[in-house]
């Protein structure tokens, strides 16, 4: 079965440096999304994406965050200058539009040191 | 905005016992659609079973089925025959079905230990 893949399963980065997460989504599935999860918390929707632009973005996604689809695969999270609070696990989704469901892949675990 | 509740931060159920998992929900549409996700120690999302909310039959996949009520603004998860593996966080999330590509909007969550 078609998954959704992120890399890395675990990234450790200093405060104030810029990171970027990765994400493979199902290859047929047109709408993409990040959410994250704080330890011990819900899980948070961040942005969605579609045919190359943000269709929906929280309160969360502020100037730090950026989201792109570099090439027909990828997506990726950008976070600049890192804080310590941006630690958690960020799942990256995908799905064939709505009502399909979205696919989540496994996380990444971002540590902010 | 819409809101999603779950109340029982922590459930546990005998091995092969059924259990339910509550959720409640609030919203002004009437078009959406109602998600349960399992989180098992791995910290993967696995969906676990989908309702549309245009749909008065309850949704069933396997050992899980949902009990959905709409006027009350309820859907709760019912894991029969419960094994070892069902052992995880449960998630109700919420979708709303007018805009294409809608964010999932989740509980916090409930913790479910299946005990041998």
């Known amino acids: 079965e078609p998954e959704v893949t992120q890399t890395p399963s675990h990234q450790v980065t200093q405060m104030g440096q810029e990171v970027i997460l990765r994400c493979v989504p199902i290859s047929n599935h047109l709408y993409f999304y990040w959410y994250r999860q704080i330890l011990g918390q819900k899980v948070e929707f961040l942005v969605s994406?579609?045919?190359?632009?943000?269709?929906?973005k929280s309160e969360i996604f502020d100037d730090q965050f950026s989201v792109e689809r570099p090439d027909g695969s990828n997506f990726t999270l950008k976070i600049r200058s890192t804080k310590l609070e941006d630690s958690a696990m960020y799942f990256c989704a995908s799905s064939a539009g709505t009502p399909q469901p979205q696919h989540f892949g496994d996380g990444t675990r971002l540590s902010i040191l | 905005a819409q809101t999603v509740t779950q109340s029982q931060p922590e459930m546990s159920v005998q091995e092969a016992e059924t259990v339910t998992l509550s959720c409640t929900y609030d919203?002004?549409?009437?078009?959406?659609?109602l998600f349960w996700y399992k989180q098992p120690p791995s910290r993967q999302m696995i969906l676990v079973i989908r309702q549309e909310a245009y749909k008065q039959q309850n949704a069933t996949e396997n050992r899980f089925s949902v009990n959905f009520q709409k006027a009350a603004k309820s859907f709760s998860l019912k894991i029969s025959d419960s094994q070892l593996g069902d052992t995880a966080m449960y998630f109700c999330a919420f979708m709303n079905g007018k805009t294409s590509g809608s964010r999932l909007t989740f509980g916090e969550g409930t913790q479910l230990t299946v005990n041998p």
């Open positions: 919203t002004s549409e009437n078009n959406y659609y």
């Open positions: 994406f579609y045919n190359n632009e943000i269709s929906e």
